[in-house]
């Protein structure tokens, strides 16, 4: 079991940023890759981005690319969505979520991650 926790949401003006966090803890023992999606109200889930487990794949969706960034401390099991330039239609509510049965893979597909988080929301202002 994987558990994780997402924070670093909130309110924000359009052109600015947020970071979110996302802190896995359980059995990280195992290698696994991370995504990021989210979910507006009234809409079906999107992939954002994800990174595999080693780091050297991250994919992006075309409506963030050039603006997100996704990293990771290997050290706190942490990885992050750095959000720049955010605009009103990024408002949602972000998961992370952990694919351990293909770890080499940054994966798009949301029902290929085997462990959620809660979420935290995010909320860009016009």
């Known amino acids: 079991q994987v558990q994780l926790a997402e924070s670093g949401g909130g309110l924000v003006q359009a052109g600015g940023s947020l970071r979110l966090s996302c802190a896995a803890s359980?059995?990280?023992?195992?290698?696994?890759?991370m995504g990021w999606f989210r979910q507006a109200p009234g809409k079906e889930r999107e992939f954002v981005g994800a990174m595999n487990s080693r780091g050297n794949s991250i994919n992006y969706s075309a409506s963030v690319k050039g603006r997100f960034t996704i990293s990771k401390d290997n050290a706190k099991n942490t990885v992050y969505l750095q959000m720049n330039s955010l605009k009103p239609e990024d408002t949602a509510v972000y998961y992370c979520?952990?694919?351990?049965?293909?770890?080499?893979?940054?994966?798009?597909?949301?029902?290929?991650?085997?462990?959620w988080g809660l979420g935290t929301q995010v909320t860009v202002s016009s």
């Open positions: 359980g059995r990280t023992d195992r290698p696994y890759s």
């Open positions: 979520a952990v694919d351990m049965d293909r770890p080499w893979v940054a994966d798009v597909v949301g029902n290929d991650y085997d462990y």
